[in-house]
């Protein structure tokens, strides 16, 4: 069995493979649907008791505390590995430098007439974070949605993350938690605790968006729940594009296709390249490397189901290509990729050259690793610190500059057949 499918492009195999990765991206399952529509009526309905029902049901356990206490999240980071603490704080001077730079002003506008225009930017209030608790603890998600909502001004942040066997929390998240500020931690997972972030419970507040990952449960709850709660974002599963030439390492084109395949049986990672020479070694790296990872079973039938080697005539029609997918993560493993940046039209996060790999944004550079997939880069962001805020606008206008505008006013108004509008006007100059 091919571990990997590879397509000479010639305008039409690369298209009809696009084609089918584009409709795989945008089907919606209605079971799913079905299932996460009950759970979140129910939890709205029944609050904590549906939640305790199904954290049972779904997850095989009884948590040992619904809220985690503080002094447990305290004694996670007391007893973690310094290496460990170490990295999470040096990877969080990373991400609080950048995004610091993303704080947004307000304005204020004086015209000559007397007319005050301006904009207020502030916190929101409250945001819930999701973190899974599956196959893999996601540590530094905690870190990359947690540090852009406190530099926003968020005032209160509350993490749910499934508990584990034993009825606790994952140390490593927990720890994770204390360094960047969590506030509180709940011990739920699933569409039920999407649900309860979005409606509030008994014990659980009501927030106003919620961020962080999750499987096809807790996206589709976050989808239905949009309009009730912000989101950050419908993510889907985890993708990386490579454009590669000549000069590109096949050993290190194999290892970085493999970092997202290991996420998912659903990831996506997908090579362009100019040399079908680099795209032959690189499959024949990708099966030995592939034999040495613990989750060789998961990147395996990720790279069957998801995976494709693409060889281009040129360097144009593979960023034609890119474009059209809008992958998560893209890399440009060529010569001279800061002269190519402005080709990238569609993408979540971009790394240029051959020691920028995948993993770098993903838990230590600066730049946020929640980012738009499966082609909605096209119109997405990735996660910021404008994410956690929201904006007022603010008017005000002298008599003498209401009375210079009101004809133009009056007019359009009633051009669209709203008198009263019009009648706001004129109740300020006639009698």
């Excluded at 947690?146 to 927990?174: C, F, R, S, W």
């Excluded at 960047?180 to 659980?204: H, I, K, N, P, W």
């Excluded at 009056?410 to 009648?423: D, S, W």
Aim: with cysteine; charged share 20%.
């Amino acid at each position: 069995m091919k571990i990997i499918n590879k397509i000479i492009a010639d305008g039409s195999a690369e298209n009809i493979f696009l084609e089918e990765l584009q409709k795989r991206s945008g089907e919606t399952d209605k079971q799913v649907t079905q299932t996460v529509l009950s759970i979140i009526e129910d939890v709205r309905l029944n609050g904590d008791k549906a939640v305790s029902d199904y954290t049972l049901k779904f997850d095989g356990v009884s948590p040992n505390y619904y809220e985690v206490p503080l002094d447990v999240i305290q004694e996670a980071l007391t007893q973690a590995d310094e290496s460990l603490t170490n990295a999470l704080l040096n990877a969080m001077g990373n991400i609080t430098k950048f995004h610091e730079k993303q704080l947004e002003q307000g304005f204020t506008s004086f015209n000559e007439n007397g007319v005050i225009l301006g904009q207020t930017a502030r916190g929101l209030e409250r945001v819930g974070l999701y973190i899974p608790g599956g196959t893999a603890p996601y540590i530094s998600s905690v870190l990359m949605c947690t540090i852009p909502a406190k530099i926003a001004g968020v005032k209160e942040v509350i993490m749910v993350t499934p508990p584990q066997k034993d009825g606790g929390a994952n140390k490593d998240v927990l720890t994770a938690a204390a360094i960047c500020g969590v506030d509180r931690v709940f011990l739920m997972g699933g569409a039920q605790a999407a649900a309860a972030l979005a409606y509030g419970t008994q014990s659980v507040p009501k927030v106003d968006k919620i961020v962080g990952p999750g499987n096809i449960y807790v996206a589709t709850a976050k989808k239905l729940l949009y309009g009730v709660v912000d989101i950050d974002m419908v993510a889907g599963p985890s993708e990386i594009l490579i454009i590669a030439d000549d000069s590109a390492s096949p050993r290190f084109l194999a290892a970085d296709l493999l970092s997202q395949a290991e996420h998912d049986t659903l990831s996506s990672s997908i090579l362009i390249t100019t040399s079908e020479r680099i795209a032959d070694e690189t499959t024949a790296e990708l099966e030995r490397q592939l034999n040495l990872l613990p989750r060789k079973e998961i990147a395996q039938k990720a790279l069957e189901r998801v995976g494709a080697v693409i060889v281009t005539k040129t360097l144009e029609r593979a960023f034609e290509l890119s474009n059209i997918l809008a992958p998560e993560h893209l890399e440009l493993m060529i010569e001279n990729p800061m002269e190519r940046l402005g080709m990238v039209e569609n993408a979540g996060s971009i790394f240029l050259g051959r020691y920028s790999p995948e993993p770098l944004g993903d838990y230590y550079a600066g730049p946020n690793h929640v980012l738009p997939t499966a082609g909605t880069a096209r119109f997405f962001s990735p996660l910021s610190v404008n994410s956690f805020t929201k904006r007022s606008q603010y008017i005000y206008y002298s008599e003498q500059a209401l009375r210079e505008a009101k004809d133009d006013i009056v007019l359009i108004a009633e051009r669209e057949g709203f008198t009263a509008h019009a009648n706001a006007l004129r109740a300020r100059f006639e009698g």
